[in-house]
């Protein structure tokens, strides 16, 4: 009996140390998950920071992109002004050559005219002068005889 008290409190003895050593063991992960759970709770907190950030970087970035597609519709609207500016001074200067043509094509025919004017008036001079010669003695502007001396 002394015997079986013996085993039985060796193997109480070797169950309580197995018991002890597990307790370590799990208080050993205890500590360890507690670390893990500290450092997840950290990594919790840096990602709310950092989804923060990244939510006010956002809203940046589209309140830049919406003013850059109102900035481009500005030069979408100048863009097609110009266009049409453009088209008008087109028809402007097209306008202005045929002007320039029909005003080359009046002073050409001007010119010809006036061309044709001054011989017709030297002609005229020549011719008057050749009568006055045959004629002798002529008469002025205020009709007073005037004599040619030979």
Request: net charge negative.
């Amino acid at each position: 009996r002394e015997r079986e008290l013996g085993n039985r409190s060796k193997a109480l003895l070797e169950q309580a140390e197995s018991k002890q050593r597990e307790s370590m063991r799990r208080e050993r992960e205890a500590e360890d998950n507690e670390k893990m759970a500290a450092d997840g709770e950290r990594n919790i907190h840096r990602l709310c920071d950092q989804l923060l950030v990244n939510g006010r970087q956002r809203g940046d970035v589209q309140r830049e992109k919406e003013r850059e597609e109102r900035r481009v519709a500005e030069i979408s609207q100048n863009l097609e002004r110009y266009k049409r500016e453009i088209g008008n001074c087109q028809t402007a200067s097209k306008e202005m050559r045929e002007e320039e043509a029909r005003l080359e094509g009046q002073h050409d025919k001007f010119m010809e005219e006036a061309e044709k004017a001054e011989t017709q008036a030297r002609l005229a001079e020549e011719e008057a002068a050749t009568l006055e010669r045959e004629a002798g003695p002529s008469f002025d502007a205020e009709g007073r005889a005037r004599f040619q001396f030979l």
